[in-house]
């Protein structure tokens, strides 16, 4: 797999320092199987996958080989997506379900 990371992501980590280590072993679970552990986002979204790190605390992230095949990187603020590998994974980014960002 290869792992990018946004900065949005990053800061969101460092802002949540306490669950660090729940979200560094939920990243590693979604690395393992993306597909079946990501939920996929509608409207705007669309294109993104969801993860629960823990109750209403998302991990939100694309899988280069799915929004390939749907066609959702027309959509989705997957940029670079040609010039990124089959099983690129992009930690888009990290917080509370309720944000009003995320629907
Ligand atoms: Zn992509």
Not at 1 to 9: C, G, Y
Not at 58 to 86: E, Q, S
């Amino acid at each position: 797999m290869n792992l990018v990371f946004s900065d949005d992501f990053v800061a969101s980590l460092k802002k949540h320092s306490a669950i660090k280590e729940a979200v560094r072993k939920k990243v590693n679970m979604i690395c393992e199987s993306p597909v079946t552990l990501g939920e996929p986002l509608k409207g705007n979204f669309r294109g993104f996958y969801s993860c629960p790190v823990k109750r209403n605390f998302l991990i939100i992230f694309l899988y280069c080989a799915t929004c390939r095949k749907k066609g959702d990187d027309a959509i989705v603020l997957c940029a670079d997506c040609p010039d990124c590998l089959d099983d690129t994974i992009k930690f888009i980014a990290l917080g509370p379900h309720d944000k009003a960002y995320w629907g």
